[in-house]
Nanobody, 123 residues
Framework: QVQLVESGGGLVQAGGSLRLSCTASGSSLDYYALGWFRQAPGKGREAVSC????????YYADSVRGRFTMSRDNANNTVFLHMYSLNSGDTAVYYCAAQRTLMSSCPREYDYWGQGTQVTVSS
């Protein structure tokens, strides 16, 4: 069983930056793909990025590519989402998720989810 806890959200001005962290407990993340998702008020959940379990490959939604960077620190069981050039469209609750897999691509489903952290971008 994997427990995920996100942190690092907050209020930031448009054009600013934030770094989200997601720390896991209960299991090593060595064989897990990790994903970041977000859900804005009144909207469905959107996949933001993921990092593979095997070779560290990363994938990004078109809406964030070039502005967000995902990385993982397996030694500390933590994954990060560095967000730059934030705009009001990035306002949402951000969730991290984990899925045990040996595939190098992003999982279609994730078994483990965090509680989310709020990111609010003011214009």
């Amino acid at each position: 069983q994997v427990q995920l806890v996100e942190s690092g959200g907050g209020l930031v001005q448009a054009g600013g930056s934030l770094r989200l962290s997601c720390t896991a407990s209960g299991s090593s993340l060595d064989y897990y793909a990790l994903g970041w998702f977000r859900q804005a008020p009144g909207k469905g959940r959107e996949a933001v990025s993921c990092i593979s379990a095997t070779d560290g490959s990363t994938y990004y939604a078109d809406s964030v590519r070039g502005r967000f960077t995902m990385s993982r620190d397996n030694a500390n069981n933590t994954v990060f989402l560095h967000m730059y050039s934030l705009n009001s469209g990035d306002t949402a609750v951000y969730y991290c998720a984990a899925q045990r897999t040996l595939m190098s691509s992003c999982p279609r489903e994730y078994d483990y989810w965090g509680q989310g952290t709020q990111v609010t971008v003011s214009s």
